[in-house]
């Protein structure tokens, strides 16, 4: 004030997104070993009353081949030519882009699989990711007219290499 006293109000809350509301992208993670066929679930939680998701995924090309999608039964509509770029996952990404066919909202139970990625592990012991990214397209998940806040869970593979057993020598 003009004495120089401050004066406490109370705190200062922004005006956030309700993140305890947020609908939630899970990325599985897996422990595998090298040259080995695996896939990993791409799961929802709270999502609730939702028109549209999109997003892009990446990862990396070098520990990781991208063998194919398998699509979730659970959206309405969800197509792996209409939904999905496939074009770049040589080079380890993907785009996701759906919208309800009749642009009404749906509703999932926690656990449901949009979709399924499926690699096959390089030939070294690494750690590498599979990431929900907004590049190049951004994450939004919308309810036709607004859009929800959304929380990331990305997936960690865990490439344990070749297998060694005691006493082998080659």
């Known amino acids: 004030d003009a004495n120089g006293l401050s004066h406490e109000y109370g705190p200062i809350n922004p005006n956030c997104d309700n993140q305890d509301d947020a609908v939630s992208l899970l990325v599985e993670g897996q422990q595998v070993s090298e040259g080995e066929a695996f896939c990993l679930d791409v799961t929802v939680e709270d999502f609730n009353d939702v028109a549209s998701v999109q997003f892009s995924m990446a990862w990396d090309a070098g520990s990781l ?11 309405p509509g969800l197509n792996e030519n209409t939904d999905f770029n496939l074009s770049n996952t040589n080079n380890g990404s993907l785009i996701m882009s759906w919208f309800h066919p009749d642009l009404e909202q749906t509703s999932l139970v926690d656990g449901s699989v949009l979709f399924s990625l499926c690699f096959t592990a390089g030939t070294l012991a690494d750690t590498s ?28 593979i865990i490439n344990l290499g070749p297998m060694v057993w005691p006493g082998d020598t080659d």
């Open 65 to 75: 081949a991208f063998d194919s999608l398998e699509l979730g039964s659970v959206l």
């Open 129 to 156: 990711s599979v990431i929900i990214t907004s590049s190049p397209t951004l994450v939004e998940i919308t309810d036709g007219s607004e859009s929800l806040p959304v929380n990331i869970s990305n997936g960690t």
